[in-house]
């Protein structure tokens, strides 16, 4: 009760804010090139952990420090809130409405109120009507529920055919990214969203050359020649560079969409979140620098138009509860240990697979925990030492041996190892631990038990831990430069973000 009538008396405030942001932004003038940012499953932790892990690369032998992200020296920071209309814990779809539309909606719906009896406008469609030329842009698949958000009105967000002929009926001018999840419906027998988009206009441009050939007053939907499962980009330390990043496809946007009447762009760093899902600290870092090159690419826009130009970068929630501090290393941090992993959970999954499936069947070899010890440790840079090794090496260790002690870092211990060969039992069963099952869900959160255990270890040994599988409900930091930057300072609702920029613009 206490929640509800906090949210209506929010409500009432947020009508006199929005009066308040109304006349900022006459002051401040209208921002003719807006960029909003979203890191998917982003929050503080997220950020800090990144500086952290650069400060650490930085700074090797000396004191404790950060190197401070892009986005983290902008001049107007903020926090703002981020429930649905039921649930305190939002999902991409509400969050990502709220800042579309500036109205609250339940966790699954895109763009509608919570019954989805009624569409919102979004802030891309109004940038469109004014004139503007509009870009979206996002490291998972174009009807995913952030990208969705901005173009597409719709009860489910699961439902990936319907957004996808949406975004065809758009008409925005930019799409970049992912592809289509379900290009021809859920049985595969509609009509191809590619020939839909063929008929209004659209170019698909799916290599790297056709991507750079891309000129300006085309209507273009970039899509990533490397593509995962789910069509989405390759985690950025998967990508061994192949294909495009976030940032090479936010520069294509840009030079698409600059015009004399200005434009509107969303981009979205979407795998964060889904590395935070899986608990692999190492992927959501790297995916969350290179949301922060995208940022970078932005920045150096705004340079050329720094009183036309509004950015504006913030997350939909935060994912995994990641926590800058773990018991086992109580006030100390070992950023360094993250170094070891060398892929994603995802890539370690696959070979996993593979390893299953050649000792699977009446015929094959069972499979033995040993086999996974050199993999570990070219993967993760964990080893298992014999009693005799870790004496000798604690022994050179003592007596100022580095390369001694950071072996020893890597070294698994008993329990440890215990754990791994449990859910290397766990893995070879072929079952993934759904939550039907308390207790190995909280292990293992229905992904590959002998990945996520290795992913725990690890950054448990960096310093780092995590509560959930899932999003959580604290707030999130919004930064902000340029045209009428400074009405981001503060603490309000993800709402609010929409209303300033609304404004801002002159919507």
Same mark, same amino acid.
Request: hydrophobic share 40%.
């Given at each position: $009760?206490?929640?509800?009538?906090?949210?209506?008396?929010?409500?009432?405030?947020? !009508?006199?804010?929005?009066?308040?942001?109304?006349?900022?932004?006459?002051?401040?003038?209208?921002?003719?090139? &807006?960029?909003?940012?979203?890191?998917?499953?982003?929050?503080?932790?997220?950020?800090?952990?990144?500086?952290?892990?650069?400060?650490?690369?930085?700074?090797?032998?000396?004191?404790?420090?950060?190197?401070?992200?892009?986005?983290?020296?902008?001049?107007?920071?903020? $926090?703002?809130?981020?429930?649905?209309?039921?649930?305190?814990?939002?999902?991409?779809?509400?969050?990502?409405?709220?800042?579309?539309?500036?109205?609250?909606?339940?966790?699954?719906?895109?763009? $509608?109120?919570?019954?989805?009896?009624?569409?919102?406008?979004? +802030?891309? %469609?109004?940038?469109?009507?004014?004139?503007?030329?509009?870009?979206?842009?996002?490291?998972?698949?174009?009807?995913?529920?952030?990208?969705?958000?901005?173009?597409?009105?719709?009860?489910?967000?699961?439902?990936?055919?319907?957004?996808?002929?949406?975004?065809?009926?758009?008409?925005?001018?930019?799409?970049?990214?992912?592809?289509?999840?379900?290009?021809?419906?859920?049985?595969?027998?509609?009509?191809?969203?590619?020939?839909?988009?063929?008929?209004?206009?659209?170019?698909?441009?799916?290599?790297? %050359?056709?991507?750079?050939?891309?000129?300006?007053?085309?209507?273009?939907?970039? +899509?990533?020649?490397?593509?995962?499962?789910?069509?989405?980009?390759?985690?950025?330390?998967?990508?061994?560079?192949?294909?495009?990043?976030?940032?090479?496809?936010?520069?294509?946007?840009?030079?698409?969409?600059?015009?004399?009447?200005?434009?509107?762009?969303?981009?979205?760093?979407?795998? +964060?979140?889904?590395?935070?899902?899986?608990?692999? !600290?190492?992927?959501?870092?790297?995916?969350?620098? !290179?949301?922060?090159?995208?940022?970078?690419?932005?920045?150096?826009?705004?340079?050329?138009?720094?009183?036309?130009?509004?950015?504006?970068?913030?997350?939909?929630?935060?994912?995994?509860?990641?926590?800058?501090?773990?018991?086992?290393?109580?006030?100390?941090?070992?950023?360094?240990?993250?170094?070891?992993?060398?892929?994603?959970? =995802? &890539?370690?999954?696959?070979?996993?697979?593979?390893?299953?499936?050649?000792?699977?069947?009446?015929?094959?070899?069972?499979?033995?925990? =040993?086999?996974?010890?050199?993999?570990?440790?070219? &993967?993760?840079?964990?080893?298992?030492?014999?009693?005799?090794?870790?004496? %000798?090496?604690?022994?050179?260790?003592?007596?100022?041996? @580095?390369?001694?002690?950071?072996?020893?870092?890597?070294?698994?211990?008993?329990?440890?190892?215990?754990?791994?060969?449990?859910?290397?039992?766990?893995?070879?069963?072929?079952?993934?631990?759904?939550?039907?099952?308390? @207790?190995?869900?909280?292990?293992?959160?229905?992904? @590959?038990?002998?990945?996520?255990?290795?992913?725990?270890?690890?950054?448990?040994?960096?310093?780092?831990?995590?509560?959930?599988?899932?999003?959580?409900?604290?707030?999130?930091?919004?930064?902000?430069?340029?045209?009428?930057?400074?009405?981001?300072?503060?603490?309000?609702?993800?709402?609010?973000?929409?209303?300033?920029?609304?404004?801002?613009?002159?919507?």
């Amino acid at each position: $009760m206490r929640y509800c009538c906090k949210k209506w008396s929010f409500r009432g405030i947020s !009508a006199i804010f929005l009066a308040l942001v109304l006349v900022s932004g006459a002051l401040a003038g209208e921002a003719k090139y &807006v960029f909003l940012l979203i890191g998917d499953g982003m929050a503080l932790p997220q950020r800090n952990a990144a500086e952290m892990y650069l400060g650490a690369l930085q700074n090797k032998e000396g004191e404790p420090c950060i190197v401070k992200l892009a986005m983290d020296e902008l001049p107007a920071q903020g $926090m703002c809130t981020t429930y649905s209309t039921n649930s305190l814990i939002t999902d991409s779809a509400a969050a990502g409405t709220a800042l579309a539309t500036g109205k609250k909606t339940k966790s699954g719906v895109i763009s $509608m109120n919570p019954s989805a009896t009624e569409s919102h406008k979004t +802030i891309a %469609e109004m940038a469109r009507d004014k004139g503007m030329r509009v870009g979206i842009v996002s490291s998972v698949s174009i009807e995913h529920a952030t990208p969705a958000v901005f173009y597409a009105h719709n009860s489910s967000r699961k439902n990936y055919y319907d957004l996808a002929c949406q975004l065809a009926k758009s008409g925005f001018d930019y799409f970049g990214g992912g592809g289509f999840t379900q290009p021809r419906g859920k049985k595969g027998d509609q009509k191809s969203v590619f020939d839909i988009l063929q008929e209004e206009g659209y170019r698909v441009a799916d290599t790297r %050359e056709e991507f750079l050939a891309l000129q300006p007053g085309t209507k273009a939907v970039a +899509i990533n020649p490397v593509l995962d499962g789910s069509k989405a980009l390759p985690y950025d330390m998967d990508r061994n560079g192949k294909g495009m990043n976030l940032a090479e496809f936010t520069a294509k946007g840009i030079e698409l969409l600059d015009n004399p009447k200005g434009f509107f762009m969303m981009v979205e760093g979407g795998k +964060i979140d889904w590395a935070c899902h899986a608990n692999d !600290a190492v992927a959501s870092i790297m995916d969350t620098l !290179a949301f922060d090159d995208a940022v970078k690419v932005v920045l150096d826009f705004y340079r050329q138009h720094p009183e036309d130009t509004l950015v504006v970068v913030t997350g939909d929630h935060e994912t995994g509860g990641l926590t800058l501090g773990f018991a086992g290393t109580k006030y100390e941090t070992y950023f360094l240990e993250l170094q070891g992993q060398k892929s994603s959970y =995802e &890539v370690f999954d696959a070979t996993l697979d593979a390893y299953r499936k050649a000792h699977s069947g009446a015929d094959a070899p069972a499979p033995v925990f =040993e086999d996974m010890i050199p993999l570990v440790k070219d &993967v993760f840079g964990l080893s298992i030492l014999s009693d005799s090794e870790r004496t %000798e090496l604690e022994k050179k260790a003592a007596e100022g041996d @580095e390369d001694a002690e950071h072996l020893l870092s890597g070294a698994l211990k008993s329990f440890e190892v215990r754990d791994l060969k449990e859910a290397f039992e766990a893995s070879m069963k072929g079952e993934k631990v759904g939550s039907s099952n308390e @207790e190995e869900y909280l292990l293992y959160g229905g992904y @590959e038990p002998f990945s996520v255990t290795l992913t725990h270890i690890l950054n448990k040994k960096a310093g780092l831990a995590w509560t959930s599988y899932s999003h959580t409900g604290v707030p999130v930091p919004v930064s902000a430069i340029g045209a009428g930057a400074d009405s981001f300072n503060g603490y309000y609702d993800n709402t609010d973000i929409f209303l300033k920029m609304a404004s801002l613009m002159n919507l």
